[in-house]
């Protein structure tokens, strides 16, 4: 009879499965700023109230929020090639869907789940700040633009730095997903080793040693930053 539990297979499965790690980061770094990019301009867009633009960068986050992450890299992943078979057929091209990285698949996924999240923690935090400095900006001859970059952007990024931060912890661990799509990152690693023995439990206990380390990491690391960034305030309210 084995043994039930084998620590010395933990330890020594541990170098391989970290790995995978650098696929793992890069996913969720890559995602995370993109997702910025697109939480801007959706909270910009919903801010302003842009017609029409507003109504559907709204149905997007109510989407997102709503459907589960799993279905939605689903749906990237069986989507995007549909929809390039389709533009080839339309414009006559030949373009290769099957040479499309999955990589490619599992960031664009991640990007819109995370876009949609942070949009909601730009929007609120760009409510939070007082429209009396918008004024005052007007009244010193600023242009919208200016105001924004100046003045209103700055303040509402350090409020929304604390559930920013929490969103990337969140992607980091949403990226053991993509092992679903044949990608190989902690998730999948840790999944091949285990099979091998099969010493599931002793696997797993490693993986989410890992995945602990490195979100304790980055909220630190974020952690720091927050401070950092509300220094000025501090020094102004003393």
Known sequence: MGKIFDPVFMLESTPEILTALPVTLFL?????????????????????????????????????????????????????????????EYFGTNFNVNGVPRMVFAIVALSFNAGAYMSETLRSALLAVDVGQLEAAYSVNMTMKQAMIRIIAPQAFTIALPPLANTLVSLIKETSLVFTISIVDLMARARIVGARGYRFFEIYVVVSVIYWVICTGVGRLLGMAEKRARKYERSIST
């Open 28 to 88: 969720a770094l890559t995602a995370g700023a993109i997702g910025l990019v697109i939480a801007f301009a959706v909270a910009l867009a919903r801010y302003f109230n842009v017609r029409f633009l507003s109504g559907l960068c709204k149905l997007y986050v109510s989407y997102i929020r709503g459907t589960p992450a799993l279905v939605q890299i689903m749906l990237v992943y069986f989507g995007i090639p549909l929809i390039l078979r389709a533009l080839n």
